[in-house]
């Protein structure tokens, strides 16, 4: 049995089971088991309980969930989280038993919120915001920061940093909604960060990818490939990711005496997908004798779904259509054939943020930066030029 090869302190954790049907959010329920295990005494003031890694693999859950809910915790006061020594449940005392670590937490007073748009606790399920925040919080130690998660409208910024004057913000990939919230935080000198978006103007420090020059890198890979005709489908056209991605898809094949055709730019309407209207309109497109040789997939979903789209309709890939997608979540690997994609960087956006907010300046400066590409499977040399792009109607 897995019981009776796990340490004592992971044998009462293996008897819990995570309910992924449940409406409880699974960092809520790894949250309930781990506080359960501290007030039945399982885990005894000043024991070091298991690392993240151990946790996960016992109650099944991703390494982000097992931290959201360890952070939690940390912030309440019921675990101690120390430097090169682990994670800790409190004593009574409030004291380690170590004087040094104990005057380094004594010092530990920035409160760190990640704001995001969506519901927080969707987080553990988005690799992209997974990745960003692990990259903030191994860039911070829990002795430098405490951190928590909320999911708050930019009509609502300033109210709810005025209720928590103490805290930090890095706003994660703010939309268009919430320029009013941002340039109200920094008429109020309010210590905040973008985070994946570089909307101008907002009076705020912001740290993204160069999302134009990953779109150049893209089409500049497809040319090379002999591709003439060049589609692009997107998604959340709200986003200043996807406006500077449609932007710099003009400017790149105007760059390379290539006419965009309006037909040929697609917006997905589902950020996680293809709506299906737009699937039916497009399988017609990919059908017709008229379809771009190559399409540029402004997100991974969106990548994945048109993938799929021309398997279904019986487009070989990369032998009559090339695709290029942005990211590459797990949900991808498993595809065939591989995407080729390019590469946003994310643990670097999240350490250049980590950095600004500890130090917080509040004057605006934009750092982008650059992007990579990782050619897979899903491109190839153009098998015929002969597209009438014209005749498409």
């Not at 675990?79 to 004087?99: A, K, M, Q, Y």
């Not at 553990?124 to 909320?150: F, G, H, Q, W």
């Not at 059908?287 to 309709?313: F, I, K, Q």
């Amino acid at each position: 049995m897995l019981s009776d090869r796990l340490p004592g302190e992971l044998v009462a954790l293996h008897k819990q089971t995570i309910d992924c049907s449940s409406p409880i959010p699974r960092h809520a329920q790894v949250k309930a088991i781990l506080l359960g295990a501290v007030h039945s005494g399982v885990w005894e003031p000043g024991t070091k309980i298991p690392a993240e890694t151990e946790i996960a693999r016992v109650l099944k859950v991703s390494k982000m969930t097992a931290n959201r809910a360890i952070t939690d915790l940390a912030s309440e006061g019921v675990f101690i989280r120390e430097l090169g020594r682990g994670t800790f449940v409190r004593s009574s005392t409030n004291n380690t038993g170590h004087p040094e670590q104990d005057q380094i937490r004594r010092r530990a007073h920035v409160i760190l919120r990640l704001v995001t748009s969506g519901p927080a606790s969707d987080v553990p399920d988005n690799e992209y915001l997974c990745s960003l925040m692990l990259a903030i919080r191994t860039s911070l130690s829990p002795t430098d920061a405490v951190i928590k998660i909320s999911q708050i409208p930019g009509s609502d910024y300033i109210s709810a940093f005025e209720r928590n004057r103490d805290e930090r913000w890095v706003v994660i990939a703010p939309t268009k909604d919430d320029l009013i919230g941002l340039r109200a935080l920094a008429r109020a000198h309010y210590a905040a960060v973008v985070l994946g978006a570089s909307w101008p103007g907002i009076g705020l420090p912001a740290v993204d990818s160069d999302n134009c020059g990953g779109m150049y890198l893209a089409v500049e890979h497809l040319v090379g490939l002999g591709h003439t005709t060049i589609g692009m489908i997107y998604a959340d056209p709200e986003t200043s990711n996807t406006i500077d991605r449609i932007t710099a898809f003009h400017e790149a094949m105007k760059s390379h005496g290539l006419q965009v055709n309006g037909k040929f730019l697609v917006d997905a309407h589902d950020d996680m997908g293809i709506r299906a209207d737009v699937r039916e309109q497009l399988a017609l497109l990919l059908r017709s004798n008229y379809c771009p040789s190559a399409w540029v997939a402004a997100g991974p979903y969106v990548a994945m779904a048109l993938l799929e789209l021309a398997h279904t309709v019986g487009i070989s890939v990369p032998g009559d259509l090339s695709i290029v997608g942005f990211d590459y979540p797990a949900a991808l690997a498993a595809r065939t054939p591989s995407l080729t994609t390019v590469c946003q960087p994310l643990a670097e956006m999240g350490s250049t943020a980590a950095r600004l907010i500890t130090n917080p300046s509040g004057e605006e400066v934009v750092y982008k930066l650059p992007c990579s590409l990782a050619v897979r499977g899903s491109t190839a040399v153009v098998r015929s030029i002969s597209n009438n792009v014209e005749g498409w109607s």
